[in-house]
């Protein structure tokens, strides 16, 4: 069982960013000024997702330094 983390950019589409072992958090490092929305789904063993979760946004500033977004799964 894995949790795949979705991004979208802006107004953009949805894209697969990570899929990952069951954790609590991932780090989005690869950021840049912008409105960053994320969903993750849980993905069984036999490769079957789940459904997705509600949308979570946050909005970067790149001119703040060190910036990274963490996504949590709970």
Do not use: M
Request: proline share 4%.
């Amino acid at each position: 069982t894995s949790v795949r983390i979705f991004r979208k950019v802006g107004t953009g589409p949805y894209s697969v960013l990570a899929t990952i072992p069951i954790a609590t958090s991932y780090a989005d490092s690869n950021i840049g000024t912008g409105t960053y929305c994320y969903q993750v789904a849980v993905v069984r063993s036999n490769g079957i997702q789940g459904l997705l979760s509600v949308e979570s946004c946050k909005t970067v500033d790149i001119r703040v330094p060190g910036q990274v977004i963490n996504v949590t799964v709970s």
